[in-house]
């Protein structure tokens, strides 16, 4: 079968650690029979470069074309001083708006082997991490109407039920795909928003018997992350909650350069990008971890293609090397095998 795939590698690294996961797309392809077709296009200060503006209509149009995105990270130093309207980073706004992404994925996950990285060693987190934390992307305080009063400023939460029940519909989704438990973070003790964010819960809920709900509040989600992260398989928030509680699950694991993300719409088009940044300090040194974009390439194997098989020999192989000393300069430690990013890739690539 054939998937066709829009490639936005960025800035910084992002050129680097695209490569990477594309040669591991293409290995799982050899290997299960699937024509992975790469077209290449520019955002972020590539862009600017190139055309002046964050984010062509261009490389709109090639994403939309596509079955689904992979993004590399955007920005740097060199743009720093553009004025806000033509930064790089907007074109990821721009992209998710375009795009239509409103379901966010994040998931924190700790590899026994690099547990020593983990915040909270020192506290035994015995059952390990891994969670997946949905976040609303396009609603909520981040988008409505905001202002100046003569001696104040405002900013306005709001939701439909429409838009909060096709998040939570998905959230559901996934947690049937996982350990079916759901958590759904909320505030509904102050905001009205929260109180309905429930009520649609509950209702979504009926349809999905097999899957355990608890409903928490953001304050002690915040906290139960931090006392005991085990409890939480799939964690369902609106954008501002989910924008800060996402972060946090993943510095628990305490490796930026691990972790993948998945930005998602109607259907099972998606947007596939690692959490990290375009770490300009590091880029085209050949050191960066490659790792965070190749699980980003996985989840959209197992996301938007629904290539499950594929996407876990992904994941296998990343397992294996990290379990076989491989190590990036950001996840070394003494009596391991440090390599650079390209070495990891081909380490990865070895395992599929
Ligand atoms: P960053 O994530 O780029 O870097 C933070 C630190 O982590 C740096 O020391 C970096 O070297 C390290 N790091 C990040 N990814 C790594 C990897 N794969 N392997 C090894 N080390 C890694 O965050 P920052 O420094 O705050 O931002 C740098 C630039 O990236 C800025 O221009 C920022 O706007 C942009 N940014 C882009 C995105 C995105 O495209 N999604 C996200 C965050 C930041």
Redesign the pocket.
Known sequence: MKYNIALVK????GPD?VSEAVKVLEKTGGKFSHDFVFTETLA?GAAIDEFGIPLPEDTVNTCLSSDAVL???????R??NIESARR??KA?LGLRSKLGLFTNLRPALIYPELSDACPLKNRAIPNGLDILVVRELTGGIYFGKRGRTEDGAYDTMSYSKAEIERVVRKAFEFARMRRRRLHSVDKANVLETSRLWREVVAEVSKDFPDVEVENLYVDNAAMQLVVNPSQFDVIVTENMFGDILSDEASMITGS??MLGSASMGIGSFGMY??????????AGKD???????ILSASMMLRYSFDLQKEADAIENAVKSAIHDGYR???IYTEGTKLVGTKAMGEAIRSYI
């Open positions: 960025g800035d910084g690294i650690i972020g993004l590399g990270a955007v920005g740097g130093p743009w720093d790089p980073e990821l930026i350069g990008e690692p959490i990290h940044g375009s770490a300009p300090d590091i050191i960066a971890n490659p790792i965070a974009t990036t300069k950001d």
